[in-house]
């Protein structure tokens, strides 16, 4: 039996991807750009099935997921496959840390299924994926079309023609921007507020706020505005420049999140008390250390290797850290 083995890592929005201009596409309402983490990594190892239905194990635990079935039976009618799977995908990271896996989940179950089938849009190597691939990642999670690729990625809101039709499903995908040898000094150090799994999903959040936050648009025209600023300061390995803005997104996303009606707010008591770590070691220290925050309470900081252990050092006091 054929058994093929695929990895991606997650990765953490700098400008941030939030809402969806169409829902079952997922086409975003705006560009992002994000990071890929090195070493939170999916491996996934697919093979075809004897069975009528697809097995599933995440971290060696039969799981039954919606997401994931809807995405196996997209791939089936677009590539004309009848086979069932078994696919078995394993994190590199804390399962219980609570940290977003669907990016790199859903980038390895696409660069698999493409590897079992030869499909030519796998890429010729593992480290030249193409934009097909990255289209068809996002079909899994939005985000997953930035996992498919290293370093700094830019995913590419897509323009809708007047016409409608196929092209408006192409022109949205992710590309890479800068390899991660670009700035190797580069650093994401993971506070952890809080390690149970969020209530309210991405998915349903992002239409909540869409359909009631007064602030959701602005937010928007705003956020879209940040990527050429976002490319120039990674450009020039700015790390001050890419902080703020990274900083100022999140805040503003956030705001438009609590703002939705009924009010959602995926931060804990123990986000704010580290947010306030990493501003205090900013200002009074003079340390260039920034924070993001996903759809969950923990907390990336952004900042340069020769700062991490003092970052580590001062948020070890109140919560867990990953660092790597
Ligand atoms: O891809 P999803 O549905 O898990 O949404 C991700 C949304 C954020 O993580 C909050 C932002 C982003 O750009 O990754």
Redesign the pocket.
């Known amino acids: 039996m054929k058994e093929v083995t695929a990895k991606a890592n997650a990765n953490i929005?700098l400008i941030?991807?939030?809402g969806k201009r169409d829902d079952s596409l997922f086409l975003p309402t705006k560009s992002?750009i994000?990071f890929t983490l090195p070493h939170l990594t999916t491996t996934t190892t697919i093979a075809i099935s004897d069975a009528p239905q697809d097995t599933i194990k995440i971290n060696e635990k039969l799981v039954q997921d919606e997401k994931i079935t809807r995405f196996l039976n997209l791939f089936r009618k677009k590539y004309c496959v009848s086979d069932t799977f078994v696919i078995n995908s394993k994190n590199s990271f804390p399962t219980a840390a609570g940290l977003?896996s669907?990016?790199s989940g859903f980038a390895a179950l696409a660069k698999g299924l493409c590897k079992l089938y030869d499909l030519a849009m796998a890429g010729r190597t593992p480290e030249a994926p193409t934009k097909e691939l990255s289209i068809l990642a996002r079909r899994g999670?939005?985000?997953?079309c930035r996992s498919v690729y290293d370093g700094f990625v830019i995913w590419h809101r897509g323009v809708t023609p007047p016409t409608g039709g196929t092209t408006q499903k192409t022109h949205s995908y992710a590309e890479q921007l800068f390899p991660p040898e670009h700035w190797p000094e580069f650093h994401i150090v993971i506070a952890l507020a809080d390690e149970s799994s969020k209530k309210v999903s991405?998915?349903i959040g992002m239409q909540k706020t869409i359909e009631t936050s007064p602030h959701y648009e602005k937010w928007v025209k705003r956020s879209e505005s940040r990527i050429p600023h976002m490319i120039d300061a990674i450009k020039h390995k700015d790390i001050d420049a890419v902080g703020t803005l990274a900083e100022r997104d999140c805040l503003e996303m956030h705001h438009c999140i609590q703002t939705s009606t009924p009010s959602i707010n995926y931060l804990r008591p123990k986000t704010r008390q580290i947010t306030d770590v990493v501003k205090k070691l900013r200002l009074e220290q003079k340390i260039p250390c920034y924070f993001t925050i996903?759809?969950g309470p923990n907390v990336k900081i952004i900042t340069l290797k020769e700062h991490a252990q003092t970052v580590v050092e001062e948020l070890k006091e109140i919560c867990s850290v990953l660092t790597f």
């Not at 999670?141 to 997953?144: E, F, K, P, T, V």
């Open positions: 929005a941030k991807y939030w992002s994000s977003a669907s990016s999670s939005g985000s997953a991405s998915r996903d759809a």
